[in-house]
C-alpha cells in the first residue's frame, strides 16, 4: 500500500525556520520526482518545490533562496527545509510522488495527508 506521511508542520514566527518531513512507504521515492504542494486558505494548490529522480530541482519564485528541498534515499523519506518564514507562507503542505518531472497538480500520482504550517507572531 502506498503512503506518504508528513511531519514537522506547526507554529512559528515570520523570520523563522521549519523542517517538513515525508516518509514514504509501499514504494521507492528516489524512482520518482517527488515534491512539495501548499493550499492556503481560499487559494488553489500550488507546486512549491519538486526535485527529480537524477536531482533536478524546481522551486516556485516565491520560496526560490529560502526553501531547499532534499531527499534521504535510505530513509525512503523527503524534506523541505524553510528558512525566513513569511506569513504568507502559512498553508497546508503536502508532500507527493509524480508521475512525471513537472511540478504540477496533474503530474501528481499520491498525496500525503497534509501539514499545517504557520506563520504569525
Known amino acids: 500500500q502506498v503512503q506518504l506521511v508528513e511531519s514537522g508542520g506547526g507554529l512559528v514566527q515570520p523570520g523563522g525556520s521549519l523542517r517538513l518531513s515525508c516518509a514514504a512507504s509501499?514504494?521507492?521515492?528516489?524512482?520518482?520526482?517527488i515534491g512539495w504542494f501548499r493550499q492556503a486558505p481560499g487559494k488553489e494548490r500550488e507546486g512549491v518545490s519538486c526535485?527529480?529522480?537524477?536531482?533536478?530541482?524546481y522551486y516556485a519564485d516565491s520560496v526560490k533562496g529560502r526553501f531547499t528541498i532534499s531527499r534521504h534515499n535510505a530513509k525512503n523519506t523527503m524534506y523541505l527545509q524553510m528558512k525566513s518564514l513569511k506569513p504568507e507562507d502559512t498553508a497546508v503542505y503536502y508532500c507527493?510522488?509524480?508521475?512525471?518531472?513537472?511540478?504540477?497538480?496533474?503530474?501528481?500520482?499520491?498525496w500525503g495527508q497534509g501539514t499545517q504550517v504557520t506563520v504569525s507572531s
Open positions: 526535485i527529480t529522480s537524477d536531482d533536478i530541482t
Open positions: 509501499g514504494f521507492t521515492l528516489d524512482s520518482y520526482t
Open positions: 507527493a510522488a509524480l508521475g512525471f518531472r513537472l511540478c504540477i497538480l496533474s503530474a501528481v500520482d499520491y
